[in-house]
């Protein structure tokens, strides 16, 4: 069951890198965008493309290495679920909407995975998949630093059409990074003798709305405080949204939600990398 959890978190990663962040990174490098940019933002994005590439390929690696070592099939799709989701996403939205739709996934799952590597800091994982995860959390840790302040680059260009939208999407893309992928779950257990009913069950059981709230809230905290500071959430749609998916605590006022005194997000340039 572990080995499959890998080869799962292993696809997600090589899919995610080369087929969504990747694409954003060449529309940003090459000026396809319709956003201004500092120059060494722009020439990060050649970079970020480099390291991003690179953890595609080290996890594809590691997945061929892994079938051999263990003889172990992975039972996994052709495709994860965030995938899945988001090309639901964007065919739901305006065609003119789309590349936003991209560049916000993006800043999303940019500043959200560095919080999911930290399980690679576990001693008892197995030392090639712990020193692989502890490579990547390093280059994601810059990436995550960049995406932070493309945000609030972005977001004063977005036209104000088009911004209550923006806002209101925002959290159904912090969720198609974050939600666990049920189906694949249902799936493996099946192959273990358990009928589907049962698989449904133990996945119900093991991810309730409350664990995974709390998990999407743990997780997405820093995500959350920059849509904050750049303005995201003096949308009211936004707010509610938050609040339906629980990433905002039911309890926490809207005013308090509103846009808050912003830290030096400038781009300090390629000295970063």
Request: hydrophobic share 40%.
């Amino acid at each position: 069951m572990l080995t499959q959890h890998l080869y799962r978190y292993l696809q997600f990663t090589t899919q995610l890198e080369q087929l969504v962040v990747n694409k954003t990174m060449l529309d940003i490098a090459y000026g396809r965008i319709g956003v201004d940019l500092p120059r060494g933002m722009v020439f990060d994005a050649h970079k970020i493309y480099c390291d991003e590439a690179y953890h595609a390929l080290f996890s594809m690696d590691m997945y061929r290495q892994v079938i051999d070592a263990t003889g172990v099939a992975p039972r996994i799709g052709s495709e994860p679920h965030f995938f899945r989701r988001l090309r639901r996403l964007l065919e739901d939205v305006d065609p003119s909407m789309r590349l936003l739709v991209e560049l916000l996934f993006v800043f999303c799952s940019e500043t959200l995975i560095s919080g999911t590597l930290d399980s690679g800091r576990d001693q008892q994982v197995d030392p090639a998949v712990h020193e692989m995860v502890k490579d990547h959390a390093k280059d994601e840790g810059k990436h995550h630093a960049y995406f932070a302040s493309f945000l609030f680059h972005l977001w004063p260009q977005i036209h104000a059409k088009y911004q209550e939208s923006a806002a209101a999407l925002i959290p159904d893309l912090i969720m198609t990074f974050l939600e666990p992928d049920r189906e694949s779950l249902v799936g493996e257990l099946c192959g273990y003798d358990l009928s589907r009913n049962e698989a449904e069950q133990v996945v119900a059981e093991t991810f309730t709305g409350d664990v995974v709230s709390e998990y999407a809230r743990a997780t997405a905290r820093h995500t959350l405080r920059y849509c904050r500071e750049a303005g995201v959430l003096d949308h009211p749609a936004a707010v509610e949204r938050f609040h339906e998916l629980g990433l905002i605590e039911e309890d926490q006022c809207p005013a308090s939600m509103q846009s808050a005194p912003q830290k030096d997000r400038t781009w300090k340039g390629s000295g970063r990398f």
